[in-house]
């Protein structure tokens, strides 16, 4: 009786192993992070010649916390495989530390990004230009130089967790969590002369919550051709649950309009970036909280935004949503989150279809090897291939058994 017992497990355990196999047969991981080359991956981001890039927040340098200053790293490919790259690792205090957010490509090869603390004494992080150098004539070579362009004071912004945006005229954009008498605000930062010294920061918006404003500004912005600046509020509005906000220049001055506050107690926090599609309406996800995370879409009818609710996120599905959409050509939205089959995360995608959005997971994370935590917004290569990264999982020896992240890509041709 107890050998055919262990027999039907095995059996059970081998159709197990099928079914994941076959469900996860175009998850590949691309790198899985030790320590010293970073802890923690955030969000990436992809150049023109297909190679990767992006931070974590912590690793490297142990001058900064228990685990490290965080780094900057590349991945590019080969027809080997990937070949993996550190850029620079955070020096200290001074320089910066745990850069959170994602990158942002500038001209002449170089990115922008922002620490989450570190800087002046007492501050509230910084924001930096790494930039390659050719030191030799072939340039065989390369050195990658960072320059720290602005240091948050203790009152002057705190927690530059979201990503930075270019306008036309090279000026920065970003936001900042709280700190002292507001509760997060839009920056912009004017280049200084030369390559050399800190750019000038000037408020845009300072947020001061419900009832009639939004809070707690987590999320990279999102800028038009016109260079109006959008984006959520995880708090704030009349029921402090979430606004979606637009920031219009007017001369010296910018006006800000909430085009849409959420309510109630069901659909609440909107999270990370908007997208937009050619039409000009607005795709977004909510954390939930307490409640299912939601996908929405905000529609612009001649100025009068409208708000359609486009998926539910059921359990089993991704949940607890920190990560942006991404969308393909052909309409259909792309993005990750906690939760999923095993409780490590899902990457998901919603199909376009006549009767509205179809939900399907493209990969359960079972944190064996494959990671855990997944961080966002995805990147979409020409293909339509995804690119991601865990902040947790891996190689479970690393960072105290947590693992410390992996890099990823889904195949989706």
Known sequence: MRARFLSVFQVFGVLLTLIYAAHTQSFQILHTFEGPDGISPGALIIDSGGNLYGTASRGGIDNCSTFGCGTIFELSPSQSGWSFATLYKFQSVADGWNPASPLTIGPGGSFYGATVDGGIEGGGGTVFRILPICPDPGCKQTIWVKATLYQFGSCDGAGTNGGLVLDKAGNL?????????????????????????????????????????????????????????????????????????????????????????????????????????????????????????????????????????????????????????????????????????YGYGAVYKLTLTSNGFTYSTLHDFANSGDGASPAGPLTMDANGNLYGSTSAGGDLSCNLGVGCGTVWVVKTN
């Not at 839009?186 to 030369?194: F, K, N, R």
């Not at 051709?225 to 959520?232: F, Q, T, V």
Request: charged share 10%; aromatic share 12%; hydrophobic share 35%.
């Open 173 to 341: 954009y970003g936001t900042t969590i709280a700190t002292c008498s507001h509760l997060g605000q839009v920056y912009q930062l004017s280049p200084a002369q030369g390559l050399g010294g800190h750019w000038n920061k000037t408020l845009v918006h300072r947020f001061f919550g419900a009832p009639g404003d939004g809070s707690w500004i987590l999320d990279t912005l999102l800028i038009d051709s016109s260079g109006n600046l959008y984006g959520p509020s995880f708090s704030g509005g009349s029921s402090n649950v979430g606004t979606v906000y637009r920031l219009t220049p007017q001369g010296n001055e910018w006006k800000e309009d909430l085009l849409y506050v959420f309510s109630g107690l069901v659909v609440i926090h909107p999270v990370n970036a908007l997208i937009a599609d050619s039409s000009g309406n607005f795709y977004g996800v909510t954390y939930g909280d307490q409640q299912p995370s939601i996908a929405f879409k905000l529609i612009n009818s001649q100025g009068t935004w409208i708000f359609d609710q486009l998926h539910t996120f059921l359990p089993g599905e991704a949940q607890a949503l920190t990560s942006g959409l991404v969308m393909d050509a052909a309409g259909n939205l792309y993005g990750a989150g906690d939760g999923g089959a």
